[in-house]
């Protein structure tokens, strides 16, 4: 595991070019506080994952692999975050998100 972990970039960005689908996310349980996503976007980005690329392995591209359609459509199930600006412009955003909703309601 150390190994794995001390490779990790070398292994992710071999897969990534490769075209080997990639998505962020954690199993970590409860061992992590939550609200980690961004922070694996980002990490994502800095190994060298195009900006569209890194978003989408925690969005649209996770949805369309979790079998929900990438694109929402009224009344569709869907947690989202509203931010204050572009996120493909400036993925650090993530991070402040001005609004968090969870099954339709507005959490934060």
């Known amino acids: 595991?150390?190994?794995?972990?001390?490779?990790?970039?070398?292994?992710?960005?071999?897969?990534?070019?490769?075209?080997?689908?990639?998505?962020?996310?954690?199993?970590?349980?409860?061992v992590l506080p939550h609200g980690g996503i961004a922070g694996e976007v980002l990490?994502?980005?800095?190994?060298?994952?195009?900006p569209e690329d890194a978003l989408g392995a925690a969005s649209w591209r996770a949805r369309e692999w979790l079998?929900?359609?990438?694109?929402?459509?009224?009344?569709?199930?869907a947690d989202f975050v509203v931010l204050d600006r572009n996120p493909l412009e400036d993925l650090s955003v993530l991070r402040t998100p001005?609004?968090?909703?969870l099954r339709g309601r507005v959490v934060a």
């Open 1 to 30: 595991m150390r190994d794995l972990h001390a490779h990790r970039r070398e292994t992710i960005m071999s897969a990534y070019e490769a075209g080997v689908p990639i998505y962020a996310g954690t199993d970590a349980g409860g």
């Open 43 to 50: 990490e994502l980005a800095a190994y060298g994952f195009a």
């Open 67 to 77: 079998g929900w359609n990438a694109t929402l459509a009224e009344g569709a199930p």
């Open 98 to 101: 001005a609004r968090v909703v």
